[in-house]
C-alpha cells in the first residue's frame, strides 16, 4: 500500500477584497508532502509560518477567505484507493471524518462545548461511527476514558469542571476513541504545563502504537518533536523548506533555518549564548522575492534573491528547498 | 478622520444612507428658521387643504400648514433627542469610566445600581411624572428626566471598555508618572471610549426621540409646543384620519420614520467600524 | 449546588435593589415636586361637581394618609413604603370607592397575557430566524428578512402600532381593532369567548411582536456568526456532526444564554411597548388604566399602577435569572 496521505503542490491563499481591492496572502505555497502508514509525522516552524492553515486545509476545515488554489490532498484510508478530500461529496466527507480522520485542535481548551456535559459531545462525535447500541457505546467510551486514565464519571462533567489536563486528555479520547487511521494534532500540548505536557505526549504515542494510526503531530517546540516523531517538516513562510527523518534532520540539519531551530534549543550543561535570527518573518501578502528565507539568512547568496529553490532530496528521504544546501554549503 | 468619513461614504451603503436621510431631516428642520407663520399660531391659513403647489403637505384642522408646522416639530424633537443624549452621555461616561477604573467593590456597586435603571420600566414613571407636574411640564424638565433615566444601559457598555483599559501598560505607566484617578480617566481612558459614546448617542437619540413621541402622542407632555409627538396628538385630537386628513398624520410619521432609520443606520455602520469582527465577516463576504 | 445558591442570593439582591430604587423614584417624583399632589387631586376629582362635602374630607384624609403629606419626611418615607408592603393603594378616586387593587387586580392578567405571549414569540421567534440568518449566511430569504427586521426595529412602538391600525382599521378592517373581547360577550371558558380574545389580540400582538423582533433578530445573528467561530463550533463541524445538531446543541445553544440576559435587561421596556399598545388598541389593561388614570386625575391609581409595574417587571427579571442556570452551567461556578 502507497502512503496514507499525499498532499501535491498544495496552495491556499486567504483572498480578501476590501474597499474595492483583492488581497492575498499566501499561507500555503505549493507543498508537497507525503505520510506513511503507522508513523508520527512532525510539522515545525514559528508561528504564522502557515502549519496551521496547512493542516487545515488538509483536512478540508476551511472557509473563505480562505481557499484552496490549486493542488491536490490524496488521502488513501485502508483499501479505499487515495482519493483528493476536496472531491468527496457531503455525505461522504462526514462519513470519513472522525471514522477515518479525527482531529485534535489547537487551544483545546475550548474545543469542548460548554454548555453541554462530556457524554454528548461522546454521542455527538462517535456514536454513528460504531454501530454499536447505546449501552454497549457508553461502556466502550468508558473503557477507552480508561486507557487514558480518566475515571467514567467525567462524563456526567461540564467541561469547566474539569482541569486543563483533564479537559486535554477528553479531547484526546474524544479523538482517537473510533481508532481512526489518521490524527490531525495541532499543538495540543502548547497550553499545558511541562508535566502535564509529557504525560500527555506519552499517551498519544501509547495510543498511535497501539492502533498503528498515522498522526500529524504540529507545534513549534522543537523539544517535543525530537521525542516524539518519526519523520519531520519544516515550514517557513508558508513552504516546506526541509524535511528528513527526525534523528537524521536533528543530527544534520541542511537549512539554515533549521539549523537555528535547532540551536536554539536548550541544552543541559551548554551555556554558549543563544542568538536570535534577525529580522521578522516576512508578510506573506507581499513575501520577499527568491528564497523567502534570504533576507535573514546568513548564507544568503546573490541567486537566493532571484530564483526560488525547489525542494531536491539530497540523502535518502531528506529534501531540502535550499541554494547553499544545494552548493553543498552546510550551515 | 476625514479619510474615515470618506472611506464610510464610498463602501458603507448603511453609512451613506444614513447621512442621507439625516442631511434631508435637518434640512427641513433648519427651513424652520425662515419659516413663514409663527410656529405657535393657529387659524392662519384655510383649514384642511390637501397637499397643493401652495401648501406642499396641505393644511391642518387648526388652520397650520403641515410643512412649515413640520419644519418645526422635527426641529423641536431633534433638539430634544440631543440634549436627551448630551446630558445622558455626561452620566454615563462619568459612572461608566469610574466604574470601570476602580474595579472592586465599587465597580459591583455601581453595576448594580446601574442594572436597576436598565430593568426598571421609565415609561410609567415619566407618566407619574408628567401627572405630578401637569402644567409646569416643560421640554427641558422632560428633557432631564429622561437622560436622567436613560444612562444606564451605555454606562455600562463604556464600563466594560475602561475595564480593558485599566490592564493595559499605559494606565499604569500613567498613574506612576504621577497622574491621579482622574488624569488618567479623562486624559488617557476617554479618547478610547469615544467612538462607543458616538455610536451610543445615536440609539440614545433614537430612544429618547421614541419617548418623546409616544408621550406626546397619549397627551402627557407639554403639547403646546410643536413636536412630531404634538403634531399627531393633536391630529388625532381632531380625528384626522377619520374625516381624511391623512397627511396631517402620513407627514408626521414618515419624517420620524425616516429620523430613527437614519439614526439607526449610522448606529450600526459606525458599531461595525468599531468592531474588527464584523469588518472582518464584510472582508470574508466581499 | 453551592454555586447555585449563591447566584440565587445574587439575584434576590439586584431584585431587591431595583425593588428598592424603583419605588424610591416613584416616591422622589410624588414628593420633591412643589405641587400639593392632594389639593390637585381633590381639585380634579371634584371639578366633575356633585361630590359630597364628606366625600372629599374623606378622600383628603385618605390622600393625606397615602401621600403621607402629613409628619416629617422620614414618616413620610416610611408610610409610603407601609402602603406599598401591605398592597393598599386606597380607593381609587375615578371609580371611588373601588379599591385601587382591585382594578389593578382586574386588569393586570390582560397585561401579563399580551406581553407573555408578545414576548415569548418575539423573542423565540427573533431568536430562532436570527440564528438561522447567522448560520446559513447566504440564504437570500434570511437576508431579507434582516433587511425588514433591520427597517423595523428603530421604530417604536406607538408608531407602529398606528400604522397597523390604519392598515386594519381603515383600509383593510378585517380585525378589531378595540377592546379584549366581542362587546356582549360574557367572560368564561367558552370556546366563542376564547375565540375572540384570540382574535382581539392579534393586532395588539403583532405590533409587539413586530417591533420586538428585530433587536433579538440582530442580535442573534451577530451572536451566532461569533459563535460559529468558536473552537467548539469548528471542533464538531470537523468531527463532522450533522448540521443540524451543530446549529442546535452546539450554536443556538451558546449564543441563546446572553440573549436571555438581554431578556431580563430589555423587560422594562417592553413593558412600556405594551402600555402604548394597549393605549392604541383599548386594550383593557395597566397601560390603559394608567392612561386613564392620568386623565382622570385619578392619583391613587397612578401610583398604583406605577409600583405595580416596577413589581412585575422586576420579579419577571427575578424569574428569567433564576432559570437561566439551566440554559448556562457555567454560572453556578462563577
Redesign the interface.
Known amino acids: 500500500m502507497g502512503p496514507i496521505l499525499a498532499v501535491e503542490g498544495l496552495k491556499a491563499y486567504y483572498q480578501?477584497?476590501?474597499?474595492?481591492t483583492l488581497r492575498e496572502v499566501r499561507a500555503v505555497d505549493d507543498i508537497t508532502l507525503e505520510i506513511q502508514r503507522d508513523e508520527i509525522y512532525g510539522l515545525a516552524g514559528e508561528s504564522s509560518s502557515g502549519k496551521s492553515t496547512l493542516i487545515k486545509t488538509i483536512?478540508r476545515?476551511i472557509?473563505?477567505?480562505l481557499n484552496v488554489v490549486d493542488g491536490a490532498v490524496r488521502f488513501d484510508f485502508a483499501g479505499q484507493g487515495p482519493r483528493d478530500i476536496y472531491t468527496l461529496s457531503a455525505p461522504e466527507?462526514?462519513?470519513?471524518?472522525?471514522r477515518h480522520l479525527?482531529?485534535i485542535?489547537q487551544?483545546s481548551m475550548?474545543?469542548?462545548?460548554?454548555?453541554?456535559r462530556i457524554r454528548?459531545s461522546f454521542v455527538?462525535?462517535a456514536f454513528r461511527h460504531m454501530s454499536l447500541p447505546m449501552p454497549a457505546f457508553l461502556r466502550r467510551v468508558e473503557e477507552h476514558l480508561g486507557h487514558l486514565s480518566l475515571r467514567p464519571d467525567v462524563l456526567e462533567s461540564?467541561p469547566?469542571?474539569l482541569s486543563g489536563g483533564m479537559r486535554q486528555r477528553v479531547t484526546i479520547a474524544l479523538a482517537t476513541v473510533c481508532r481512526p487511521d489518521f490524527i490531525i494534532a495541532d499543538e495540543p500540548t502548547t497550553a499545558l504545563d511541562v508535566v502535564v505536557q509529557k504525560g500527555v505526549l506519552e499517551m498519544i504515542r501509547r495510543l498511535q502504537r497501539e492502533m498503528g494510526s498515522s498522526v500529524l503531530f504540529v507545534t513549534h517546540d522543537m523539544a517535543v518533536h525530537a521525542n516524539l516523531t518519526d519523520r519531520l517538516g519544516i515550514m517557513y513562510a508558508g513552504r516546506l523548506v526541509e524535511e528528513a527523518p527526525t534523528r537524521a534532520l536533528f543530527r544534520q540539519p541542511l537549512h539554515p533555518y533549521t539549523a537555528h531551530l535547532i540551536r536554539s534549543l536548550p541544552r543541559i550543561g551548554d551555556d554558549t549564548p543563544r542568538h536570535g535570527l534577525e529580522g521578522r518573518p516576512p508578510n506573506l501578502a507581499s513575501p520577499p522575492p527568491g528564497c523567502r528565507f534570504h533576507p535573514r539568512c546568513p548564507l544568503a547568496m546573490e541567486v537566493c534573491q532571484q530564483t526560488t529553490p525547489v525542494m531536491q532530496e539530497l540523502a535518502p528521504g531528506h529534501r531540502v528547498a535550499c541554494h547553499a544546501a544545494a552548493q553543498g554549503i552546510l550551515p | 478622520m476625514w479619510k474615515i468619513l470618506r472611506d464610510l461614504l464610498r463602501y458603507n451603503w448603511e453609512f451613506t444612507a444614513g447621512v442621507i436621510l439625516l442631511a434631508g431631516v435637518t434640512i427641513v428642520a433648519l427651513l424652520s428658521f425662515v419659516s413663514p407663520y409663527p410656529p405657535l399660531d393657529v387659524y392662519v391659513v384655510a383649514p384642511d387643504l390637501p397637499p397643493s403647489m401652495e401648501h406642499w403637505l396641505g393644511t391642518t384642522s387648526r388652520g397650520q400648514d403641515v410643512f412649515w408646522q413640520l419644519s418645526v416639530a422635527i426641529r423641536n424633537t431633534l433638539a430634544f433627542g440631543i440634549v436627551v443624549a448630551l446630558i445622558s452621555r455626561v452620566i454615563a461616561l462619568a459612572v461608566g469610566l469610574f466604574a470601570g477604573y476602580a474595579g472592586g467593590p465599587v465597580d459591583r456597586l455601581l453595576m448594580s445600581v446601574n442594572d436597576t435603571f436598565i430593568v426598571v420600566p421609565i415609561f410609567p414613571i415619566l407618566v407619574l411624572f408628567y401627572f405630578v407636574m401637569r402644567d409646569q411640564m416643560s421640554w427641558g424638565l422632560l428633557a432631564l428626566v429622561a437622560a436622567c433615566l436613560g444612562w444606564a444601559y451605555d454606562a455600562r457598555l463604556i464600563r466594560s471598555i475602561a475595564l480593558s483599559l485599566k490592564t493595559r501598560e499605559f494606565t499604569a505607566q500613567s498613574a506612576f508618572s504621577g497622574m491621579n484617578a482622574g488624569e488618567i480617566v479623562t486624559r488617557e481612558h476617554l479618547p478610547y471610549v469615544m467612538p462607543v459614546v458616538f455610536t451610543t448617542t445615536m440609539n440614545n437619540m433614537n430612544w429618547s426621540i421614541g419617548l418623546e413621541v409616544t408621550l406626546s402622542v397619549l397627551g402627557f407632555t407639554d403639547v403646546n409646543t410643536p413636536t412630531i409627538g404634538g403634531m399627531i396628538y393633536w391630529a388625532n385630537q381632531h380625528a384626522a384620519l377619520v374625516s381624511g386628513i391623512w397627511w396631517w398624520i402620513a407627514a408626521p410619521v414618515a419624517l420620524v420614520i425616516a429620523v430613527f432609520v437614519a439614526l439607526f443606520l449610522l448606529a450600526v455602520s459606525m458599531n461595525e467600524y468599531i468592531d474588527p469582527r464584523s469588518r472582518l465577516a464584510r472582508m470574508g463576504g466581499g | 449546588m453551592r454555586g447555585y445558591a449563591l447566584y440565587l442570593f445574587k439575584r434576590l439582591f439586584q431584585f431587591c435593589l431595583v425593588v428598592f430604587i424603583g419605588i424610591n423614584v416613584t416616591y422622589l417624583i410624588t414628593h420633591a415636586t412643589p405641587i400639593d399632589p392632594v389639593e390637585q387631586t381633590i381639585t380634579a376629582a371634584t371639578a366633575f361637581g356633585t361630590t359630597s362635602p364628606e366625600a372629599i374630607a374623606m378622600m383628603r384624609r385618605s390622600l393625606q394618609d397615602l401621600y403621607g403629606t402629613g409628619g416629617s419626611g422620614f414618616d413620610q418615607w416610611l408610610a409610603f413604603w407601609r402602603r406599598i408592603v401591605v398592597g393598599d393603594f386606597g380607593p381609587s378616586l375615578s371609580a371611588f370607592p373601588t379599591p385601587v387593587s382591585t382594578l389593578i387586580r382586574r386588569a393586570l392578567p390582560w397585561t401579563a397575557g399580551l406581553m407573555l405571549v408578545a414576548t415569548l414569540l418575539s423573542w423565540g421567534l427573533g431568536n430562532l430566524l436570527g440564528g438561522l440568518a447567522g448560520y446559513y449566511r447566504r440564504n437570500r430569504l434570511l437576508k431579507f428578512a434582516g433587511i425588514v427586521a433591520m427597517g423595523v426595529h428603530p421604530v417604536p412602538y406607538y408608531i407602529v402600532a398606528f400604522v397597523l391600525l390604519i392598515i386594519f382599521g381603515y383600509l383593510w378592517p378585517v380585525l378589531p381593532i378595540t377592546g379584549a373581547y366581542a362587546q356582549g360577550l360574557q367572560p368564561g371558558f367558552s370556546l366563542e369567548f376564547a375565540g375572540s380574545v384570540i382574535r382581539h389580540s392579534l393586532l395588539p400582538t403583532a405590533s409587539l411582536v413586530l417591533v420586538g423582533i428585530g433587536g433579538w433578530f440582530m442580535g442573534m445573528r451577530s451572536l451566532v456568526s461569533n459563535v460559529v467561530t468558536e473552537d467548539y463550533t469548528v471542533y464538531a463541524e470537523l468531527a463532522g456532526v450533522r448540521r443540524r445538531r451543530i446549529l442546535g446543541a452546539y450554536v443556538m445553544r451558546n449564543a441563546l444564554a446572553p440573549q436571555v440576559t438581554g431578556l431580563a435587561m430589555t423587560l422594562g421596556a417592553i413593558f412600556n411597548g405594551a402600555i402604548i399598545t394597549e393605549q392604541v388598541f383599548g386594550y383593557p389593561g395597566l397601560g390603559s388604566l394608567l392612561v386613564a388614570a392620568v386623565h382622570a386625575g385619578d392619583y391613587s391609581l397612578v401610583i398604583g399602577v406605577t409600583t405595580v409595574s416596577i413589581l412585575a417587571v422586576s420579579f419577571a427579571v427575578l424569574l428569567v435569572d433564576v432559570l437561566y442556570p439551566l440554559l448556562d452551567p457555567r454560572v453556578q461556578a462563577r
Open positions: 480578501m477584497r476590501y474597499f474595492g483536512a476545515a472557509r473563505p477567505p466527507l462526514a462519513a470519513t471524518r472522525w479525527s482531529y485542535m487551544g475550548n474545543v469542548l462545548n460548554p454548555v453541554r454528548h455527538d462525535f461540564f469547566h469542571e
